[in-house]
């Protein structure tokens, strides 16, 4: 099941009022928007539009709640994960759904990285900034009740093309290379 399947299948039915945190270039938002949702996308360089605004999820002001959130490769991102899940389960309705798309950055370990042709170092660098996915777990889980979740592979949609799906699929089949991506749905 790839990201979009994941969450066609998690978030409720169109014309629900959806939340994107982190939303990048908006392409996310506007398919939703496309399918009849409510949305509400939220990013620092979120581009202009009247869905969009250019906040951070933690300043982000709101007169209305929210049926779902969801976050695709963005939530290892915030500044400061309590205060924007926090942020993120006040502005869901009873009952609102939040659904993570994400990855573990610090389970790539040096051996695994090698055997795709990815440096340990850069990785370890490029990522070291970021949260890891323990301490997101830990705080959507004191946020919500995890409905679902599972490690996925990720590095095929890593930015550098290290490694086709397949391949990685195939690796973490044989134990070689771990599933560094996940997938957590979680209900307030």
Partial sequence: M?????????LPAAPARLL??????GELAL????????VTAVDPEAPAGPIFRR?????????????????????HHVS?????????????????RVVIDDFAWEQLDEAAAGSIGLGFGEWNAEHEHLHRSDAMLVELDNRFSR???????FLFRESRRAIDEDA???????GR??????RYVGER
């Fill in 55 to 75: 906040t951070r999820i933690e300043d982000f002001e709101a007169t209305e709640s929210f049926d779902a959130a969801l976050a695709s490769l963005s939530l």
């Fill in 31 to 38: 398919s939703l928007v496309d399918q009849g949702y409510a």
């Fill in 20 to 25: 994107e945190v982190g939303c990048g270039s």
């Fill in 80 to 96: 400061d994960l309590a205060v924007a899940l926090d942020k993120v389960a006040g502005l869901l309705v009873p009952g609102g």
């Fill in 177 to 182: 290379l771990p599933a560094i991506g996940f």
């Fill in 147 to 153: 409905l679902a979740f599972s490690w996925e592979p």
């Fill in 2 to 10: 790839d990201a979009r399947q994941f969450f066609d299948t998690w």
């Fill in 168 to 174: 990685e699929r195939r690796l973490i089949a044989e």
